[in-house]
T-cell receptor
């Protein structure tokens, strides 16, 4: 079974600084996607960024970028120029795209607080 | 267009009562997922639908849980004889047809269920 591990339950960063959230996963599959979701206090899960396992190039979305190390099964999220609105729970998630059920397997989450 | 909607937003019920949670997916999304988010277990997959059929019910925690989807749209998650351990946030997500596009799942705001 696939597992996703986020080893940092909580992190904090000063506004405008850079922070990196860690995620590791375990799978024997070759075809999969990885995602970072953000969940602010409103509970709405928002997709931040995704990475296809077959792509070597790291995904970027504005201030958000990932460091995808396939051999190490590592998928960290870097947030640059942190903003107060980035304060939220961040979940790393795995999806096996080679199967028939595209359910997401989530890590336990990292609570990020951006301080003014 | 409108996103995924869920109702009610919050539900308080007495132990032993039945509850129904509703999910309206994004129009045109054929895949629909239910997840449960609790403090102790994190985010767990419950069930998914492709159209009106549910090929994978493996995440349902007990036979007190059931779900249906009608018209390839609205889904209802029913919990019978609720127990205190059922207290959680129930999240619904939808995505375009399985196997196509980017496998992105779009989440609703969730229903917070409290069993007293």
């Amino acid at each position: 079974a696939q597992t996703v591990t986020q080893s940092q339950p909580e992190m904090s960063v000063q506004e405008a600084e850079t922070v990196t959230l860690s995620c590791t996963y375990d799978t024997s599959e070759n075809n999969y996607y990885l995602f970072w979701y953000k969940q602010p206090p409103s509970r709405q899960m928002i997709l931040v960024i995704r990475q296809e396992a077959y792509k070597q190039q790291n995904a970027t979305e504005n201030r958000f970028s990932v460091n995808f190390q396939k051999a190490a099964k590592s998928f960290s999220l870097k947030i640059s120029d942190s903003q107060l609105g980035d304060t939220a729970m961040y979940f790393c998630a795995y999806l096996n795209s080679g199967g028939s059920n595209y359910k997401l397997t989530f890590g336990k989450g990292t609570l990020l607080t951006v301080n003014p | 267009g409108a996103g995924v909607s869920q109702s009610p937003s919050n539900k308080v019920t007495e132990k032993g009562k039945d509850v129904e949670l509703r999910c309206d997916p994004i129009s045109g999304h054929t895949a629909l997922y239910w997840y449960r988010q609790s403090l102790g277990q994190g985010l767990e997959f419950l069930i998914y639908f492709q159209g009106n059929s549910a090929p994978d019910k493996s995440g349902l925690p007990s036979d007190r849980f059931s779900a249906e989807r009608t018209g390839g749209s609205v889904s209802t998650l029913t919990i019978q004889r609720t127990q205190q351990e059922d207290s959680a946030v129930y999240l619904c997500a939808s995505s375009l047809e399985l196997g196509l596009h980017s496998y992105e799942q779009y989440f609703g705001p969730g229903t917070r269920l409290t069993v007293t």
